[in-house]
């Protein structure tokens, strides 16, 4: 539902205000609507997007990311190849397979899955490839777009919080917008895309002096630190939207119990699987919230949306 610009669209109940949630495979799920749209316009004209994949070594994590990257490409009609060299490839095999891929006509994204072996050189692997390709957005060239305000590929996640934003019709232009956590791959480039959408943005970290003061102003708080339950309900500001980035697994009961207290269904699913998923925000702080991104469901769901934008994006502008 679209809302006027600032409007959160919350339930009035006997006990006070229900927060929105923000349904992050509902948006995920428009997204990739409109990417298919797009895919079957560009193979009608006899251009197929591709994406390629490299994935080192055996971390289950990364291959279920993968696996679930591919199979959205097949939805979706994108080409995708997945790469999978052994862990012990070293650097130059690899920034051999990256220029055979930034080379090819048919390849119009590549994607090094992180994290890589500790004894790969990750940053220089990132900076070979093709900045035109590099669907994830890590090349410094297209940070530094990004920062400079020009059309660039930009992180997948960051990208996915601000689509959140947009398409629920919240207002970015004019907010306090604070981000916790300062990595290259979200803190910063979330940082960067807030204020390039006109809000007035806090970068906090492990290091700030009293957190609670500038998350407690916030009207829109990004948290992305990758600790559970990190942001407590006395951080949050009454009516914030709440953007969580942390996908954290707790497997201890009693954590779970603090965290959902009395919830029936968390605690089933713990007790199926022995762990269950908390965001960086505690889950006690939504019900402070005007709007806040579930976990899961969120954040999460819209990283391989975007992913599937910036392909297309980068077939469009490299050969449409
Ligand atoms: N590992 C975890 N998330 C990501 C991501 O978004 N991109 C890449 N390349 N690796 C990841």
Known sequence: M??????IESVRTEDGVSPRILDGVAIAGEIKAEVALEVQELRARGITPGLAVILVGEVPA?????????????????????????ESITTEEMLELVAELNAREDIDG?????????????????????????????????AGRLQSGQPALAPCTPAGIVEILKRSGLAIAGKHAVVVGRSDIVGKPAAMMLLNASATVTVCHSRTVDLARFTRDADILVAAIGRAGFVTAEMVKPGAVLIDVGINRVTDAAEVERFFPGDAGRAAGFAKRGSTVVGDIDPRAFARSGAYTPVPGGVGALTIAMLMKNTVTAARARRG
């Open 2 to 7: 679209t809302m006027s610009s600032g409007t």
């Open 62 to 86: 990364s291959q279920i990311y993968v696996r679930s990257k591919v199979k959205t490409c097949g939805e979706l009609g994108i080409h995708s190849e997945m790469l999978t060299p052994p």
């Open 110 to 142: 590549i994607l090094i899955q992180l994290p890589l072996p500790a004894h790969v050189d990750t940053k220089r692997l990132l900076e070979a490839v093709s900045p035109a390709k590099d669907v994830d957005g890590f090349h410094p060239v297209n």
